[in-house]
């Protein structure tokens, strides 16, 4: 996990891009070189202003300006407007150590240019920072790749995914792994900064079986899931996408024998990648439940209360349902609970067996998203005892 607040390994930055992220982007010239044309992102004071008044980061401002200084951009067209800018944010109390701007044209390739890194080398191999968890902000694919190039992470405020393409050098896949957060909205970005990162990678291995996770709390319902059972895999995914997380498993089972260790470990590994994640589990929601399917009426109650215990009341009258015996669910999330330290409440009725066991699955998801959401200003622990 990480978090908002300093780490001991150095100052963790900030580096903001300006136009479009601070204040709004002016089409079709993008240049803010009078007055009328400044226009301050909806609610970056307030939310910048928490993130500077609460957290332990250094600003610094990051800005690519197009021929400042030539006949095309005169200075006397950029500093007036500028300075308003930065004087307004300083009186909220949004203070930036340093502004960094680099004045060359695109053809000129050079290295000041974001997504370059040379305006950064005070930064670079000092250990006075903490680059690789620090964070670039800003609106372009440009401030993606900078993050890259910095070994650092984007939030990337997805206005204006195009600009600056011809600047970059990697594949929006390779970029997508350098991005911490998407959204386009600082109030996301004061929360993810203040509540922190919750992604675990967990490897698990018995003489049976291998189980490697990689799971993101706060995702987006990605998966990449593979555990050599096709219908375990389908019931897995709906985990990742109606919990709204990032969940990769990788699974080397002895399916030679029978599905049973597999599942069981799978279980196991997904529990603890869970406990791991949530960390004090403060901010949590703590409870969550409930899903319709079709015919099928599923209940799943969910409690991270750190004590582990399973009701299950729902039969099944097929042997399988795919390639997985339906006797091995209930082991599955009985492995789950006691690896999690939850309490499970499982209930299911119904008549199709395959929509059964979709729907608790679901409802599993659906539970999960709600007891582990977060609120930056409940930021305690849900608990009367002081320790879940």
Known sequence: MESGHSSGRGKRVLFVDRDGTMIQEVPPFYQIDSFDKVSFYPYVFKYLGKIAEELDYELVLV????????????????????????????????????ELIDRSMPAENLPTRKPGIGMFT?????????????????????????????????????????????EVKDSLDELEKVVALSTKDW??????????????????????????????????????????????????????????????????????????????????????????????????????????????????????????????????????????PTEMFFHFFKSFSDAARCNLNIACKGENEHHKIEAIFKAFAKAIKMAVKRDPLKHYLPSTKGVL
């Open 63 to 98: 800005s690519n300006q197009d021929g400042l200084g030539t006949d095309k951009f005169p200075e006397e067209q950029f500093w007036p407007p500028h300075n308003l800018v930065m004087s307004s944010f300083a009186n909220e109390g949004i203070i930036f150590s340093e």
């Open 122 to 166: 005070k930064y670079l191999d000092n250990p006075e920072y903490d680059i690789a968890n620090s964070y670039v902000i800003g609106d372009r694919i440009t401030d993606v790749q900078l993050a890259k190039n910095l070994h650092c992470k984007a939030i990337w405020i997805r206005n204006n995914p195009d600009l600056g393409g011809a």
């Open 187 to 324: 109030k996301d970005i004061y929360e993810f900064l203040k509540l922190g990162r919750r992604v675990f990678h967990h490897h698990r291995k018995t003489a049976e079986t291998s189980v490697e996770i990689l799971l993101n709390l706060d995702g987006s319902g990605k998966s990449n899931i593979h555990t050599g059972l096709g219908f375990f895999d389908h019931m897995l995914d709906q985990i990742a996408r109606h919990g709204m997380l990032d969940l990769d498993i990788q699974v080397n089972g002895d399916l030679d024998i029978d599905e049973h260790h597999t599942m069981e470990d799978t279980g196991i590994a997904l529990g603890e990648a869970f406990i791991k994640a949530l960390g004090d589990k403060r901010g949590i929601e703590r409870y969550g439940f409930a899903l319709p399917m079709d015919e099928v009426e599923a209940k799943v109650l969910i409690d991270f209360g750190g004590r582990n215990w399973i009701v299950w009341n729902t039969d099944f009258s097929r042997e399988k349902v795919g390639d997985v």
